[in-house]
């Protein structure tokens, strides 16, 4: 059975950082890509960053660009997501998700397995 699960929110200030953890296991995580998806109070989920499988690739929603940064380690069958210069904006439950795919997507219906989820309160 397949299990992600995510840590490393919490409550953080304006400007601060935060890091990501997913662990997987119950696949060879090291052959599918995986990716963060982020849904706010009232919002509809969406995409934040997705990975390929040995993190040759790497994808961005637009308006993260240059503020996170999506990395795996393979051989910790673990995927990170850095969050720098955060914004209240960022508020949000996080999760991660591994797809079947080696390469890379967007599309949450491409993802089969999602992790519980972690908060991320960014304050004023």
């Given at each position: 059975?397949?299990?992600?699960?995510?840590?490393?929110?919490?409550?953080?200030q304006a400007g601060?950082?935060?890091?990501?953890?997913?662990?997987?296991?119950?696949?060879?995580?090291?052959?599918?890509?995986?990716?963060?998806?982020?849904?706010?109070?009232?919002?509809?989920?969406?995409?934040?960053?997705?990975?390929?499988?040995?993190?040759?690739?790497t994808?961005?929603?637009?308006?993260l660009?240059?503020r996170?940064?999506?990395?795996?380690?393979?051989?910790?069958?673990?995927?990170?997501?850095?969050?720098?210069?955060?914004?209240?904006?960022?508020?949000?439950?996080?999760?991660?998700?591994?797809?079947?795919?080696?390469?890379?997507?967007?599309?949450?219906?491409?993802?089969?397995?999602?992790?519980?989820?972690?908060?991320?309160?960014v304050?004023s």
């Amino acid at each position: 059975q397949v299990q992600l699960v995510e840590s490393g929110g919490g409550l953080v200030q304006a400007g601060g950082s935060l890091r990501l953890s997913c662990a997987a296991s119950g696949r060879t995580f090291s052959s599918y890509a995986m990716g963060w998806f982020r849904q706010a109070p009232g919002k509809e989920r969406e995409f934040v960053a997705a990975i390929s499988w040995n993190g040759g690739s790497t994808y961005y929603a637009d308006s993260l660009k240059g503020r996170f940064t999506i990395s795996r380690d393979n051989a910790k069958n673990t995927v990170y997501l850095q969050m720098n210069s955060l914004k209240p904006e960022d508020t949000a439950v996080y999760y991660c998700a591994t797809t079947k795919y080696r390469s890379i997507t967007s599309m949450s219906f491409e993802y089969d397995y999602w992790g519980q989820g972690t908060q991320v309160t960014v304050s004023s």
